[in-house]
């Protein structure tokens, strides 16, 4: 299992939905996931071990919570 940087839910390596940045693959659940890390990669690199990172999101995002489930 891999930890999703994104929302922290876990997901397969076996999914289709991954993203190559940098030399590593970040993997997601779902496609909107996958573009809401494309929108911003950085803002989720290297912060696999935080946790609240929906609340980040939703203040990064002018109020707009960006949903991915
Ligand atoms: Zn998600």
């Known amino acids: ?3 999703n940087t994104v ?4 997901v397969k390596k076996s999914t289709q939905y991954r993203c190559k940045l940098n030399g590593k693959t970040f993997y997601f659940h779902g496609a909107a ?3 809401t890390f494309k929108d911003d990669p950085p ?9 609240g990172l929906i609340a ?3 203040e ?6 960006k949903t991915c489930h």
């Open 7 to 10: 929302c922290g839910v876990k």
């Open 60 to 65: 990064a995002s002018d109020g707009q919570p």
């Open 43 to 51: 803002k989720f690199m290297g912060r696999q071990k935080k946790k």
């Open 33 to 35: 996931c996958r573009q």
């Open 56 to 58: 980040q999101l939703a």
């Open 1 to 3: 299992m891999y930890m």
